[in-house]
């Protein structure tokens, strides 16, 4: 791992440079008021922290190291990895390094299969997921270096190497998640001639006959990577790793995060709106028909799964590769079509809906990612998370590779009682 460890290192030197300068000239400078919203709201942009590794325009959308979606869509999670850990893309040796190491770690240890195997047949995909990086955790090559006392200048090199020990596995720990727990088959070996994506293609055994799917599966990982630091999984995994928790137990609880229902489950939501709609008027529903249908579940006080962003306020890009992919690969497909006709017809009314107060009428990605899965035979709603956490596998690790080659602190906020909020109220009168 050579290379990599060349190009993370000259990443971490610039990027400490630029911080030393900033904190030397300008620390204390004002970068906004917090207010009580803030505090009351989740923080909800607030800015409170540095990621290098990804950015989200509120019109442009998603920036992994500076490039657009349209710019790395056509990527592999390989080269998105080494896109978000150095800022660049590989060339040919770097990729080929990259692919040789990951292939070299890949294999999955007996006693997480036999944990699996252990488990009550009901377990969520996202808890044996979670128990299997987490019953790994004794592999962390960080946590023996640091107990052997390496100097803090090497933290980053030590957490690169468990990343790729973690990343490695992913696609096996997966795949074998999915066959024992939905098909109750046997577990297909990796293959070292594929990469990150065609081995889980591959050893999810779904669909295999059609080659698309092994493309949707990369696009998948490859758009799902990242999303800045301050998402509820990113930022769960840089918590825990800023105490110097390894990121077998970072990534864990990032996952742990990501399996809420506000977050990474939406795509689930999304899935089961359409085949509502599907259930209630039929896979052929009419655009009158489904606007009038959104129009009810709007009116029951309900919202539309898969419109609104955070921070976005505009169609989420991740959404159009997506919908690129779709009519390029299965236009005809009925969740496919529904999709399409409820973006011709949702972002109209919620423009006008309430006096069109609402901030963001426009799809995300979780829009139209399951029903694509769903299309080509991935019926089981609760694995949809399972893809998201491999994908955003890749920025956990990312961003905690950086953020200890930078040597940021513990993270550690103030929290404040309602009495102190009241008495600081009353003093500014």
């Not at 006959?209 to 509820?232: I, M, P, Q, W």
Request: net charge neutral; hydrophobic share 40%.
């Amino acid at each position: 791992m050579e290379l990599l460890l060349k190009n993370v290192n000259h990443r971490i030197e610039s990027l400490c440079k630029e911080l030393t300068q900033i904190h030397e000239t300008h620390s204390d400078t004002i970068l906004g008021d917090i207010t009580i919203k803030h505090l009351l709201g989740g923080m909800r942009g607030l800015k409170a922290m540095v990621c290098n590794t990804s950015y989200v325009d509120p019109m442009e959308g998603l920036f992994i190291s500076g490039y657009t979606v349209p710019e790395f869509s056509d990527k592999t999670p390989e080269e998105i990895f080494f896109l978000l850990c150095t800022g660049k893309f590989p060339n040919d040796s770097e990729l080929a390094e990259l692919h040789t190491e990951l292939s070299n770690r890949a294999e999955v240890p007996g006693y997480v299969w036999d944990l699996f195997h252990s488990l009550p047949k009901d377990t969520h995909p996202m808890t044996m997921l979670s128990m299997g990086i987490m019953a790994m955790e004794g592999q962390s090559v960080f946590k023996r270096k640091y107990l052997e006392g390496i100097p803090k200048s090497d933290f980053w090199k030590y957490s690169l190497e468990d990343s790729l020990n973690l990343i490695a596995k992913l696609p096996s720990l997966a795949a074998g998640i999915y066959k024992i727990l939905f098909m109750n088959a046997k577990l297909v070996e990796h293959d070292p001639a594929l990469g990150l994506a065609g081995n889980l293609s591959h050893q999810l055994g779904i669909n295999n006959k059609d080659t698309s799917f092994a493309d949707l599966v990369r696009l998948y990982l490859v758009l799902h990577c990242d999303h800045e630091g301050g998402n509820v999984s990113a930022f769960t995994a840089r918590v825990v790793n800023s105490a110097l928790s390894n990121l077998f137990l970072a990534t864990a609880s990032g996952l742990n995060g990501l399996a809420g229902p506000l977050h990474g489950l939406a795509n689930q939501t999304c899935l089961h709106f359409i085949n509502q709609i599907h259930e209630e008027i039929g896979v052929d529903a009419s655009l009158d028909e489904i606007h009038e249908f959104v129009l009810k579940t709007l009116n029951t006080g309900n919202v539309i799964p898969g419109y609104g962003h955070a921070v976005l306020r505009a169609t989420d890009p991740r959404f159009t590769a997506f919908m690129k992919f779709g009519d390029e690969n299965c236009a005809n497909s009925p969740y496919l079509q529904t999709v399409k006709k409820l973006f011709d017809v949702v972002p109209k009314i919620l423009k006008k809906y309430k006096g069109g107060k609402i901030a963001n009428p426009w799809p995300n990605v979780d829009a139209i990612s399951g029903s694509l899965l769903y299309h080509y035979g991935m019926t089981h709603y609760d694995f949809y998370t399972v893809m998201f956490g491999i994908s955003r596998t890749l920025g956990f690790c990312a961003q905690n590779v950086i953020a200890r080659g930078l040597n940021q602190p513990i993270i550690r906020p103030k929290s404040v009682t309602n009495k102190w909020l009241k008495n600081y109220i009353a003093e500014k009168g």
